[in-house]
Structure formats: structure tokens, C-alpha cells
């Protein structure tokens, strides 16, 4: 009788052992998961160094080939030195266009690039918001498929537009926000009628009250800066 009372708590011991180490395996596991899902959602950031203050983004994963190129860019010192050439209050400051490099005032601004396209990455929940980064690009005339320009950009300031205009470009595009869309645009701002027109690849997460401050400035009749506004690059993860 002892020794099957001895041997029941012997099993009982060893199934309790194999239960916490099971549970301890599935919560180191889940940790892990957790850390890799964090590391896949988090993409590289870039500073952006202007003469009127510091511009932190972070470029999406789920855009790589926008992604890739705009780090190649800035490995490469593509972007040093070159303006925000073009900037519209409640709207968007743009730049990357090499041709603004040392460009006299007045000189018109906006069509070069580095040579090349990059394909549209139009990614759902990737939207026009407050503070998204997004490609310029030729309109769909001469350009169909939406391609993104090879390194011109611009950066959201946008307004806060209310959900019967939301529902008028609903109407008007055949389009439908999300309720996660409506919220952004509705409470924080955006610019709703470019979304799935021009692909989205990063948001700034740090220095927006630095676009607002650019976008604010006086511009000539073609929306450039009377002060010119340059940016130097530098990958900071």
C-alpha cells in the first residue's frame, strides 16, 4: 500500500513538473513571438536634419521597395542639401528633387529625379494621415500605373476634415474609409482624397510641429519657399 501510495505521488510530481515546464516553454515562446512581431512592425528610421529643425520618420516594412530605395538614397548622400522645394499650408511639403540643390531663387523646381520609377505599394491601413511620408509622381495621363517617383517625397500636414466631406469623396472616388481612417482624418487630419493614389511608405515620429512650421512659410507663385529650407539625411536605425 505505501509503495503505491509512494509511486502516485511520484507520478503526480513528474506530471506537475512536465505542466510548469510546458507552461514555462509556451510563455517564453510567446515572448519571443511577441519580440520577433515587434521587430517586423518597427521599420528603419531616418533623420532628416532641415534648417528649420529635426524631422524623425520611420519607413513601413510592408513598402520594401520604397523602403530600400529611399535608404540606398540617403546611403548614398542623394539628398543632402537638396530643399523643400515646394510646401502648401494644410496640405504637404515636398521635396527631393535634385535639381533644387543649389537652385537660384525663383528657379521652377519639381521634375528631377534619380533616372527611375518604382512600382506602386498601395498597403491597407497605410493612409494619408497627419504626418505620413508618400511619393510624388507624374499624374495617371502619362503614368496609369501610379509609379512613384525614384526619390521625390512629401510629407503630410493636412486638416481635420469632417465625415460629410468623407462621405462626398466616398461618393465622388468609390471608395470607402475605414473606421480607423475616419477617425485619423476626423480628430487629428490628413489629406483622405490621395489615399490609394500615391503610395504611403513611412510616418514622422518625431518633429511634426517642424512641418507645420514649413508649411507655414511665404512662398512664390509656384508654392516655393522665399527661404530656402535644406535637409541633410542620416539612417539612425
Known amino acids: 500500500?505505501?509503495?503505491n501510495v509512494f509511486f502516485t505521488a511520484l507520478l503526480l510530481g513528474f506530471f506537475c513538473s512536465c505542466?510548469?515546464?510546458t507552461a514555462n516553454n509556451q510563455a517564453e515562446e510567446a515572448r519571443e513571438t511577441k519580440t520577433e512581431t515587434k521587430?517586423?512592425?518597427s521599420g528603419p528610421r531616418v533623420l532628416l536634419?532641415?534648417?528649420h529643425g529635426?524631422?524623425?520618420i520611420e519607413l513601413y516594412n510592408e513598402t520594401p521597395l520604397h523602403r530600400d530605395n529611399f535608404l540606398k538614397l540617403v546611403e548614398e548622400g542623394f539628398y543632402d542639401g537638396t530643399l523643400f522645394h515646394r510646401v502648401i499650408k494644410d496640405f504637404m511639403i515636398q521635396g527631393g528633387d535634385p535639381h533644387s540643390r543649389d537652385a537660384e531663387p525663383g528657379e521652377r523646381l519639381g521634375?528631377?529625379?534619380?533616372g527611375y520609377t518604382i512600382p506602386a505599394e498601395f498597403v491597407k491601413g497605410k493612409f494619408h494621415h497627419k504626418g505620413a511620408i508618400a511619393a510624388a509622381r507624374q499624374g495617371d495621363q502619362i503614368n496609369p500605373r501610379?509609379?512613384?517617383s525614384g526619390s521625390q517625397f512629401y510629407i503630410v500636414q493636412g486638416r481635420v476634415v469632417p465625415s460629410q466631406e468623407l462621405d462626398m469623396i466616398e461618393q465622388r472616388a468609390g471608395k470607402t474609409f475605414s473606421n480607423e481612417q475616419r477617425l485619423a482624418y476626423t480628430t487629428k487630419g490628413g489629406v483622405p482624397h490621395l489615399d490609394d493614389e500615391y503610395t504611403v511608405f513611412g510616418r514622422v515620429i518625431k518633429g511634426?510641429?517642424?512641418i507645420d512650421r514649413i508649411a507655414s512659410m511665404q512662398t512664390d507663385g509656384a508654392n516655393r519657399p522665399l527661404e530656402d529650407v535644406s535637409v541633410t539625411m542620416t539612417i539612425v536605425r
Open 19 to 21: 505542466g510548469l515546464s
Open 111 to 114: 521634375v528631377g529625379g534619380p
Open 146 to 148: 501610379k509609379e512613384s
Open 39 to 41: 521587430v517586423k512592425e
Open 1 to 3: 500500500m505505501k509503495k
Open 49 to 51: 536634419a532641415t534648417s
Open 54 to 56: 529635426d524631422i524623425t
Open 208 to 210: 511634426m510641429e517642424v
